[in-house]
């Protein structure tokens, strides 16, 4: 079972942009797809975006044009830039890896946007 880890979440002013890390425990080239989910206070998880082992990604629309997935393998991590944000961003951030059979989910950092 991978060990996901997250940061880079915190406080910023709308405009505003952020930098989420989220680093694996071993290498991330056996994953088939990396990627990042929300969950807004009182809401559902939501599908943010995806990077796949062909590096095809893949955003929601909410994010798109601001938002980009990337990953390093060299330092076994993921990462989520985050530019001009929003109120409506304001929400716990999780990392998630997937193979066949097996998803693994970070414990979250938390993006908090104000207006």
């Known amino acids: 079972q991978v060990q996901l880890v997250e940061s880079g979440g915190g406080l910023v002013q709308a405009g505003g942009s952020l930098r989420l890390s989220c680093v694996a425990s071993g290498s991330i080239l056996r994953f088939n797809t990396m990627g990042w989910y929300r969950q807004a206070p009182g809401k559902e998880r939501e599908f943010v975006a995806t990077?796949?082992?062909?590096?095809?990604?893949n955003y929601a629309d909410s994010v798109k044009g601001r938002f980009t997935i990337s990953r390093d393998f060299t330092e076994n991590t993921l990462y989520l830039q985050m530019n001009s944000l929003n109120p409506e961003d304001t929400a716990v951030y999780y990392c998630?890896?997937?193979?066949?059979?097996?998803?693994?989910w970070g414990q979250g950092t938390l993006v908090t946007v104000s207006s």
């Open positions: 990077i796949g082992r062909d590096s095809s990604t």
């Open positions: 998630t890896t997937y193979v066949p059979g097996v998803r693994s």
